[in-house]
C-alpha cells in the first residue's frame, strides 16, 4: 500500500503513541510529529500527582529521550498548525511553513475551561493542564498559604489534596451536590469527601465562585454565590476543558462536542483521523458517540490509526478505565457508569478498601475501585469479554471473582 508522509498534530499521549506505533508496525513512510510546546513530548497525569508533590525532574515525564526520535527517524516538528487546505493535503503552520500530508492525524487534545468572574485574570489565578502550569504550582504551593481550588473534579481534589499534604489551608468550591458528580457514584463522592475533610480541607458544595478579590494585582481570596469571603493568596482552577476542535472546523469537517470521527476513527475526510480527547467516536461498545479523556482511551485509538494505515483497519473498541490518586487513596474505574440504576458496594469504606458495582438493567457496566487493584483489574477483564455477574455476587465477599472469569 501507499505510505507517504504522516503528518500528526499534537504530541499528548495520542500523538506520540501514533508516532511510535506507525514505526512499530513497519511503517516506512514520512512521519512528522508536530508539538506545540517546548518540551519534548511528555506524561500528563503526574503533573497533577507526583510531579506536582515534588517527585521528580521534567525529564522524568518524558515519553523517550530525544534520541529515540532521531533513531526512529520520527521529526519532532517544534510549530503550531493554522489551518489545513484539505484539496491540496497541506497542513500550514505557524511559522510560515507548510508540510504535504499522504494522512493527517489530529491529536488536538483539550485545552482548560476559563473561568469568567471578576478579576479572574490575575496572576496568581492558575490552572493544572500543562508541564509548565505544574512546574509553577509546584513552586507556588511550596511559599504559600492559602488557597482556593475552584472545581471538585478529579484535577481539583488531586491538587487539593497535595496543597494540603504540604502545609496549606486549602478551600475546595464545588457549584454541585457532590465531589466529582459527574464521574463517580455517590458511594465514592461520599467517600472521597470524608477523606479530604478529615485531612484538613474545607469542601463548599452547592455555591460558586462570584468573583476573585484582589489587592495590587494579588490574589486576597475569593467571594462565594451565598455571600461569604474565603481568603487565600493562590486560587485553582478545575472546571473542566474543551477540546480543540477549531483547526478542524475551520477546514470544514464536521465538529460538535468533539471532531466527529466514525467506528474507524476517521473525519468526514478519509485523508483525516482524529483521536484522543478532540474526538467525538461512534463507539459500539456504547452504542452511541463518546468523547473521552483519558490516557487508555488516547493510546488505544493512536494504536488502531496506527494498525489501519498498516493495512489492519479495524473498529475502534476500546473498554474505558480512568484512575485518580488524591493524597494516600487511589480511585480506578473501569467502565463507563453512566446511566446506572443499582450500585452494590463490595468491600468496606471504612477499612478504606472498597469497590461499587455499577449496573444497568441488572448488566454489570463499570467498577470504582479504592484502594482494591485486584477488583479493578476484575472489572476490566469482564467488561471487555462483554460478560456480568449478579449484584449479590459482587456483594458476596466470598465469591470468587477470578471464577467468574473462567
Same mark, same amino acid.
Given at each position: 500500500?501507499?505510505?507517504?508522509?504522516?503528518?500528526?498534530?499534537?504530541?499528548?499521549?495520542?500523538?506520540?503513541?501514533?508516532?511510535? &506505533?506507525?514505526?512499530?508496525?513497519?511503517?516506512?513512510?514520512?512521519?512528522?510529529?508536530?508539538?506545540?510546546?517546548?518540551?519534548?513530548?511528555?506524561?500528563?497525569?503526574?503533573?497533577?500527582?507526583?510531579?506536582?508533590?515534588?517527585?521528580?525532574?521534567?525529564?522524568?515525564?518524558?515519553?523517550?529521550?530525544?534520541?529515540?526520535?532521531?533513531?526512529?527517524?520520527?521529526?519532532?516538528?517544534?510549530?503550531?498548525?493554522?489551518?489545513?487546505?484539505?484539496?491540496?493535503?497541506?497542513?500550514?503552520?505557524?511559522?510560515?511553513?507548510?508540510?504535504?500530508?499522504?494522512?493527517?492525524?489530529?491529536?488536538?487534545?483539550?485545552?482548560?475551561?476559563?473561568?469568567?468572574?471578576?478579576?479572574?485574570?490575575?496572576?496568581?489565578?492558575?490552572?493544572?493542564?500543562?508541564?509548565?502550569?505544574?512546574?509553577?504550582?509546584?513552586?507556588?504551593?511550596?511559599?504559600?498559604?492559602?488557597?482556593?481550588?475552584?472545581?471538585?473534579?478529579?484535577?481539583?481534589?488531586?491538587?487539593?489534596?497535595?496543597?494540603?499534604?504540604?502545609?496549606?489551608?486549602?478551600?475546595?468550591?464545588?457549584? *454541585?451536590?457532590?465531589?466529582?458528580?459527574?464521574?463517580?457514584?455517590?458511594?465514592?463522592?461520599?467517600?472521597?469527601?470524608?477523606?479530604?475533610?478529615?485531612?484538613?480541607?474545607?469542601?463548599?458544595?452547592?455555591?460558586?465562585?462570584?468573583?476573585?478579590?484582589?489587592?495590587?494585582?494579588?490574589?486576597?481570596?475569593?467571594?462565594?454565590?451565598?455571600?461569604?469571603?474565603?481568603?487565600?493568596?493562590?486560587?485553582?482552577?478545575?472546571?473542566?476543558?474543551?477540546?480543540?476542535?477549531?483547526?478542524?472546523?475551520? $477546514?470544514?469537517?464536521?465538529?460538535?462536542? *468533539?471532531?466527529?470521527?466514525?467506528?474507524?476513527?476517521?473525519?468526514?475526510?478519509?485523508?483525516?483521523?482524529?483521536?484522543?480527547?478532540?474526538?467525538?467516536?461512534?463507539?459500539?461498545?456504547?452504542?452511541?458517540?463518546?468523547?473521552?479523556?483519558?490516557?487508555?482511551?488516547?493510546?488505544?485509538?493512536?494504536?488502531?490509526?496506527?494498525?489501519?494505515?498498516?493495512?489492519?483497519?479495524?473498529?475502534?473498541?476500546?473498554?474505558?478505565?480512568?484512575? &485518580?490518586?488524591?493524597?494516600?487513596?487511589?480511585?480506578?474505574?473501569?467502565?463507563?457508569?453512566?446511566?446506572?440504576?443499582?450500585?452494590?458496594?463490595?468491600?468496606?469504606?471504612?477499612?478504606?478498601?472498597?469497590?461499587?458495582?455499577?449496573?444497568?438493567? *441488572?448488566?454489570?457496566?463499570?467498577?470504582?475501585?479504592?484502594?482494591?487493584?485486584?477488583?479493578?483489574?476484575?472489572?476490566?477483564?469482564?467488561? $471487555?469479554?462483554?460478560?456480568?455477574?449478579?449484584?449479590?455476587?459482587?456483594?458476596?465477599?466470598?465469591?470468587?471473582?477470578?471464577?467468574?472469569?473462567?
Amino acid at each position: 500500500m501507499t505510505q507517504g508522509t504522516v503528518v500528526i498534530v499534537g504530541a499528548g499521549h495520542a500523538g506520540f503513541q501514533v508516532a511510535a &506505533s506507525l514505526r512499530q508496525h513497519g511503517f516506512a513512510g514520512r512521519v512528522c510529529l508536530l508539538n506545540d510546546e517546548a518540551h519534548l513530548p511528555y506524561q500528563r497525569p503526574p503533573l497533577s500527582k507526583a510531579y506536582l508533590k515534588g517527585e521528580g525532574r521534567p525529564d522524568s515525564l518524558m515519553f523517550r529521550p530525544d534520541k529515540f526520535y532521531r533513531d526512529q527517524t520520527i521529526e519532532l516538528i517544534a510549530d503550531r498548525a493554522v489551518s489545513i487546505d484539505r484539496g491540496a493535503r497541506k497542513l500550514q503552520l505557524a511559522s510560515g511553513a507548510s508540510l504535504d500530508y499522504w494522512h493527517l492525524v489530529l491529536a488536538t487534545g483539550a485545552r482548560n475551561r476559563l473561568l469568567d468572574i471578576p478579576n479572574a485574570g490575575l496572576e496568581d489565578v492558575r490552572y493544572l493542564r500543562t508541564l509548565d502550569e505544574s512546574e509553577t504550582l509546584r513552586q507556588r504551593i511550596a511559599s504559600g498559604k492559602g488557597v482556593v481550588v475552584i472545581g471538585a473534579g478529579f484535577i481539583g481534589l488531586e491538587f487539593a489534596a497535595t496543597a494540603r499534604a504540604k502545609g496549606l489551608e486549602v478551600d475546595v468550591i464545588e457549584l *454541585g451536590a457532590r465531589v466529582m458528580a459527574r464521574a463517580v457514584t455517590a458511594e465514592i463522592s461520599e467517600y472521597f469527601q470524608a477523606r479530604h475533610t478529615a485531612a484538613g480541607i474545607r469542601i463548599h458544595l452547592g455555591v460558586q465562585a462570584t468573583a476573585i478579590e484582589g489587592d495590587g494585582g494579588r490574589v486576597t481570596g475569593a467571594s462565594l454565590s451565598d455571600g461569604r469571603h474565603i481568603p487565600a493568596d493562590l486560587v485553582v482552577v478545575g472546571v473542566g476543558v474543551l477540546p480543540n476542535v477549531e483547526l478542524a472546523g475551520e $477546514a470544514g469537517l464536521k465538529v460538535a462536542s *468533539g471532531i466527529i470521527v466514525d467506528e474507524q476513527l476517521l473525519t468526514s475526510d478519509p485523508d483525516i483521523s482524529a483521536i484522543g480527547d478532540c474526538a467525538l467516536f461512534a463507539s459500539p461498545r456504547f452504542g452511541g458517540s463518546l468523547r473521552l479523556e483519558s490516557v487508555q482511551n488516547a493510546t488505544d485509538q493512536a494504536r488502531c490509526v496506527a494498525a489501519r494505515l498498516t493495512g489492519d483497519a479495524r473498529t475502534y473498541d476500546g473498554l474505558p478505565w480512568f484512575w &485518580s490518586d488524591q493524597g494516600d487513596d487511589k480511585l480506578q474505574i473501569a467502565g463507563l457508569t453512566t446511566g446506572y440504576d443499582r450500585v452494590v458496594v463490595r468491600g468496606d469504606p471504612a477499612q478504606r478498601s472498597f469497590s461499587a458495582f455499577c449496573y444497568k438493567s *441488572g448488566q454489570l457496566v463499570g467498577v470504582e475501585s479504592v484502594n482494591r487493584a485486584s477488583d479493578h483489574v476484575f472489572g476490566r477483564k469482564i467488561l $471487555a469479554l462483554g460478560r456480568s455477574i449478579e449484584p449479590e455476587q459482587a456483594a458476596d465477599l466470598s465469591f470468587d471473582l477470578k471464577a467468574a472469569l473462567t
